[in-house]
């Protein structure tokens, strides 16, 4: 089970993969039959979560019915325990959006646009470094693992900002390597295998370090960086499959 779905993500587009995650992997699921694990997203409980990953995979992964992965589970506690979001409506635009987040999300927004570079799931279709949209375009800004992939990271950033009214926040998630003070990139590597073998993907641009927050304050927010799994008792981590990640909130000044 667990090379046929690297074999997957690493071979049929990402698109086509959309597509048909829907229906076969809640059939997967049912093999997982149980109440050892629970998804705060959806309410699912199995006895533990599927696999994922693209090179190597990660046991008790994926949720077999709304398709959250650990940074989902973690981001949606967030944002339920520690955010106004599904109280006071807001405009948001969600970037790259994930499946298991976007009909919650729907439901509690003003207004709610989705958006990516190719995702047949999304609303509108941009590249994040020249985003078609006017100046202080949303309330919320929830983007998840998108920016190791753009070649002109600091560009995209400063777009996030321009579009984001003033007072408003988002959430913009990477994976980031704590281990390392600075984030490593180097566009000499061209060799798709060799790229995976360094970055973790071959579309992966770089490995974020303890400066991504540094980053992200370049392009004017403030950033508020959090250990948020570490506020969960280990009973809750091993319940909800909670990974390391930290949450990055962003605002942008009032007066800006």
Known sequence: MKRL???MLNHVPRPLLQRLAGWS?????????????????CGTRRRRFLP???????????????????????????????????RH????????????????????????TTADLESPLADLH???????????????????HLLEHVADDRQAM????????PGGWGVLLSPVDRSRAVTFEDDS???????TRIFGQYDHRRIYGRDYGDRLREAGFEVEEIDYAARFSERERQLYALPEDWIYVVRKGSAS
């Open 158 to 165: 400063r777009e996030f900002y321009r579009i984001l009214r």
């Open 189 to 195: 590597i061209t060799d798709p295998a060799e790229r």
């Open 126 to 144: 941009f590249d994040v470094q020249r985003i078609p949209l006017p100046d202080a375009f949303c309330d919320v800004l929830i983007c998840n």
């Open 52 to 86: 994922y990953g693209y090179v190597s995979s990660r046991p008790d992964a994926l949720c077999p019915t709304c398709l959250s992965l650990e940074r989902h589970r973690l981001l949606w506690l967030y944002l339920t325990r520690e955010t106004d979001l599904f």
């Open 5 to 7: 779905i690297c074999w």
């Open 89 to 112: 409506p807001a405009r948001i635009l969600h970037i790259a959006p994930e499946v298991c987040l976007m009909k919650r999300l729907r439901r509690c927004a003003a207004d709610y």
């Open 25 to 41: 992997v809640p059939v997967v699921g049912l093999f997982y039959l149980g109440r050892g694990r629970e998804c705060p997203i």
